[in-house]
């Protein structure tokens, strides 16, 4: 009897609970936002965001208690969940007539209300809205009730149904984008669609589980006939991926190259960051001042306007820029010596932020322009063509990336790379076993800032003119967010991690106010669930797993 | 005594050389910056005692926002990045309680009141964000390596920024005046605007409050325990939980107040607010010794002032144009000089190397 009120109990709770996220999403303005975009026919993703946020309660409890409950227990817990989760978000149009919820919260107003009663009026349309939360509880009940392979699939097919109906944009984009259109509606995936690639997921799920027995991942790597044919393989893979990398902008059009452009100078300045915190664990928040310094070294020495000083071109004034911003990785590095963690952390911030300043002042505008910044940055030239669309700059960026990821690669292999890691791993250790700490830190901070330079110059280049605005310390916590999503001191994790955070809200445009809001919480969520990143190194993997363990 | 220097000698390195040298570069060429003022006598004696006033009061203000840095990290050994949002919630919610006040004008038929009645709110939201981020953020990672929770708190400081820029909007709020803290008044003979007034008597009740907490109340006590060593303290019945709850409550609330303070001195709200304020305030923990309470008043008051007076004493007198602009810069660098001169802070005891 006892346990059987817990459960009730709990269950009340989670409903609170599950409510309170959907009422803070609501307000907060995503479930607005997100509702100018379709999904799956007229499904929003407003509509999911609120969906979502009921369900993920929903799900972790019921899913807790699936072995133990019954399951009608459960369908009964799931509607009371959701519902109760619904309820909360409802009293918000209900009370509305009494309470003006606009004065503080800019936006709840009769959009947001209309929005959640389905346009019915406060009543019928609330009590629509608790049926529904009830509903998806009861749903997501039946789901959690699946045999686990079931209940894994049709969760996983649910979220790549709902990703790419989010993602719809990029197949139209495309220059073949003709050949989706019958899955496609106005905007977002059409029913058809969406049953497809829900019925897909499944069944290559499916398909995956009964294949296992026959050649499995271990298999492979023990067997020594295995290792040239994985070998083979990955030489094809790799061929077929040069390819299409080097084939991508044709294909996918003007906007998508510039916006893999940007993902493209975030992955050059991560791998530099990557040095720096990754490989040799110096927690540096100012990391935005050298990608300043080495596009305003740019500015300087090509711009053809009243501040250029030498009209230099690019390929001329690249080497300096990248010189600019080690060396004075090497001046930050030596009043920063001696500190250590939280310390550095935050003198690298107010040095970054040093920089930022000075860029706006008047005492230095006379040189650098101060707040209207540094104009008229020639495009680079190249055996008398010029290098000017964005489609040109992606392969400019590409081999600046090419580059960048194999210096990278060869330092973290060499004797400096190991030194690094050795530092980070234990600084007293490290310098017992002979390491001068000095030369390691600096180089590491050195390094990491040239290639935040060569970012920042290409950036000049691109963009044309430079202002000190955008040079500000959200730059710096989006290439830490990026590092740490990908998966700290992992190469391809700063890919995968520009890719997630530059990339896609670039193409969500209504993302765009709730940027920050999602690195804010991607930070803290991959803190929580995921310390490795999504692709991480494996000696990180298993260091953080085994702290975070016990 | 050659004995010491000999050793002394011994242990020195070319890195201690090195940023020694650094340090002193800034010194000197601070100390030229003054001597060109003072000798060119921008100011008179009446506007440095008004940049002094405009420092102590903005001091109060950092003071009791790094109160609230040196007590987490006292106790857990992070900074709470978030802590400069947490100030700004208690800030920013506080307004629209002033703005409905004064809608029905109460705000200045009431006064004292009104000013309890936002300093409560401002308390209250602040407390309550600083228990759920420490809930959601800190609390599970409390055993991790300590990059984590420092990654944590940065997001949990952009979080709470743009979820207060979605709640109440991205504009720029200002607190309506409060007549009877229009104006100056003198105190021995020093012209001094009232708010400032207020806000230098209000940080020290505070500031005194919270030390006689600390130092006297068996909570206190507690606290203390638990900064000392979690284990000692954990075995010794003090549940250390409990006690970090405490800690964030007491340091938020104070933020809460110091929002609601700073909010009168430069009247306006919005939700990037607490960015510089929080790093200053941590400057001023770290310039005091953090984790320690004192010394975090300190360093409070002593970079207040320095900030009020780096532009116009030392800028100016280098020859740079609009020194305002730059009293960032006079901060930073503050902070920089007293970890490289004195890692432990002016007040700190041991720390920085077993700590740290």
């Known amino acids: 009897m006892d346990s059987q009120n817990t459960f009730w109990k709990s269950a009340v709770k989670n409903g609170l609970l599950a409510g309170a996220i959907g009422l803070y999403s609501t ?177 290559y799920d499916y398909w995956s589980a009964h294949r296992k027995p026959k050649e499995s991942a271990e298999a492979v790597a023990t067997e020594p006939t295995g290792v040239t044919k994985s070998q083979l393989r990955r030489m094809v893979v790799g061929a077929l991926a040069l390819v299409v990398v080097a084939g991508l902008p044709l294909l996918l059009g003007s906007y998508l190259s510039h916006v893999l452009n940007m993902v493209g100078l975030y992955t050059i300045m991560g791998l530099g960051l990557n040095i720096v915190v990754g490989y040799a664990g110096l927690l540096d928040l100012g990391y935005v001042a050298f990608f300043a310094l080495g596009a305003y070294t740019m500015g300087l020495l090509t711009s053809t306007g009243p501040l250029g000083i030498a009209h230099w071109t690019f390929w001329e004034a690249v080497p300096f820029s990248i010189l600019v911003a080690m060396v004075a990785g090497i001046l930050l590095g030596v009043p920063v010596l001696r500190m250590r963690g939280d310390y550095l952390a935050i003198v690298t911030l107010g040095f970054g932020e040093i920089i930022r300043i000075l860029a706006l002042s008047n005492w230095l505008k006379p040189l650098i322009g101060g707040a209207q910044g540094i104009l008229l940055i020639p495009k680079p030239p190249l055996f008398g063509f010029k290098i000017q669309t964005p489609i040109h700059f992606y392969y400019l960026i590409l081999v600046g990336i090419g580059i960048a990821a194999f210096v990278a690669y060869r ?75 990908g998966g700290v001191g992992s190469m391809p994790g ?34 929580l669930l995921k310390p490795e990143g999504f692709w991480p190194e494996p000696i990180r993997k298993r260091e953080l797993r085994e702290e975070v363990g016990d | 005594m050659s004995e010491k220097i000999k050793y002394f000698l011994e242990r020195l390195s070319w890195v201690d050389i090195m940023v020694w040298l650094f340090g002193l570069a800034i010194l000197v060429i601070a100390v030229i910056g003054v001597i060109g003022s003072i000798h060119n006598a921008y100011y008179t004696k009446e506007q440095w005692m008004d940049f002094v006033v405009f420092g102590i009061s903005q001091g109060g203000v950092y003071a009791l926002i790094a109160l609230g840095y040196t007590l987490v990290y006292g106790i857990l050994f992070m900074i709470n990045f978030a802590h400069g949002d947490i100030f700004m919630a208690g800030a920013f919610t506080g307004y629209f309680l002033a703005a409905k006040l004064n809608q029905y004008g109460i705000y200045n038929s009431h006064p004292i009141i009104s000013l309890l009645l936002i300093m409560l709110l401002a308390m209250v939201t602040s407390v309550v964000v600083a228990l759920i981020t420490e809930r959601v953020a800190y609390r599970p990672l409390r055993k991790a390596p300590r990059l984590v929770p420092l990654i944590t708190a940065i997001g949990a400081s952009f979080t709470i920024e ?181 890692p432990t802070g002016l007040m700190g005891e041991r720390l920085s190397e077993e700590k740290v």
Do not use: C
């Not at chain 1, 530059?502 to 803290?524: N, Q």
């Open chain 1, 494 to 527: 700063v890919f995968v991690g520009s890719l997630a955070l530059v990339g896609l809200p670039e193409l969500l445009r209504e993302f765009a106010e709730y940027r920050m809001l999602i690195y804010g919480l991607s930070l803290i969520a991959m803190m």
């Open chain 1, 411 to 485: 330092l973290r292999e060499s004797r400096l790379g190991r030194a690094w890691m050795a530092m980070r791993e234990d600084e007293d250790v490290a310098e017992a076993m002979g390491i001068d700490l000095v030369v390691t830190k600096l180089t590491a901070f050195a390094f990491g800032a040239s290639f935040s330079g060569l970012a920042g110059a290409i950036f000049a280049s691109y963009v044309g003119s430079i202002f000190p605005h955008s040079f500000n310390l959200l730059i710096s916590i989006n290439v830490l967010s990026l590092i740490i999503v």
């Open chain 2, 162 to 342: 743009y979820t207060f820029r979605g709640l109440y909007g991205s504009g720029v709020e200002a607190y309506p005046d409060m007549k009877i803290f229009v104006g100056k008044t003198s105190v021995f003979g020093l012209r001094i605007l009232k708010v400032h007034l207020l806000v230098i008597i209000l940080s020290i009740l505070l500031m005194a409050g919270l030390y006689a907490y600390v130092q006297y109340t068996k909570a206190g006590k507690a606290m203390r325990a638990v900064a000392e060593d979690k284990d000692v303290a954990s075995l010794m019945g003090v549940d250390v939980d409990r006690v970090i709850v405490n800690t964030f409550i007491l340091g938020a609330a104070l933020a809460g107040i110091a929002g609601v303070l700073y909010a009168l001195i430069f009247k306006q709200v919005h939700f990037f607010m607490g960015f510089i304020p929080g790093i200053k305030a941590f400057t001023a923990a770290v310039v005091g010794g953090i984790g320690n309470v004192p010394g975090a008043m300190l360093g409070g008051f002593i970079l207040g002032i320095f900030e009020a007076l780096g532009p116009g004493l030392i800028l100016e007198g280098l020859g740079i144009p609009a020194s305002y602009q730059l009293k960032d810069v006079i901060a930073f660098t503050l902070l920089v000089l007293v970890l490289i001169f004195r």
């Open chain 1, 27 to 203: 307000l907060v303005g995503l479930v607005q936002a997100f509702n100018k975009r379709a999904v799956i026919e007229q499904l929003s993703l407003g509509h999911i965001t609120l969906l979502l946020s009921w369900g993920v309660v929903a799900y972790v409890f019921l899913n807790h208690h699936r072995e133990s409950e019954s399951k009608g227990k459960l369908i009964a817990a799931g509607a009371l969940v959701g519902g109760l989760g619904a309820f909360l978000v409802a009293l918000l149009p209900m009370t509305a007539q009494w309470v003006d919820y606009h004065f503080v919260f800019v936006h709840a107003g009769p959009e947001m209300y209309s929005l959640l009663t389905f346009g019915k009026g406060p009543w019928l349309g609330s009590a629509m809205l608790v049926a529904v939360g009830a509903l998806w509880g009861i749903l997501i009940a039946l789901v959690v009730s699946l045999p686990t392979f079931w209940r894994d699939s049709v969760v996983k097919a649910f979220l790549i149904t709902i990703t790419v109906g989010l993602l719809s944009d990029l197949f139209t984009g495309m220059t073949i984008g003709w050949m989706f259109q019958p899955f496609l509606g106005v905007e977002g995936l059409n029913i058809l669609g969406a049953v497809l690639v829900f019925g897909l997921s499944i069944a």
